[in-house]
């Protein structure tokens, strides 16, 4: 793997949860669930083109937590 990691971060967004990366929003969610789960496979796609990714998402007491890869 090359480069810097690219992070991908799960967040609340007013009553929804968005993914964000380097500066920009993707995505428009209802549960922090799929955001997780569509985030996962963000980062597998760019660990496919031969660069680090995590994921990162909110515990209950609002704590970041890696999510991906475990």
Not at 9 to 25: H, N, Y
């Amino acid at each position: 793997m090359t480069g810097e990691v690219v992070e991908l971060f799960v967040l609340r967004s007013g009553d929804r949860w968005t993914i964000m990366s380097e500066g920009v929003a993707r995505g428009n969610f209802d549960y922090q669930v799929d955001a997780e789960e569509a985030a996962i496979r963000l980062a597998q796609g760019v660990r496919a083109k031969g660069r680090a990714s995590d994921v990162m998402s909110p515990d209950r007491g609002s704590q970041m937590r890696r999510v991906w890869p475990i």
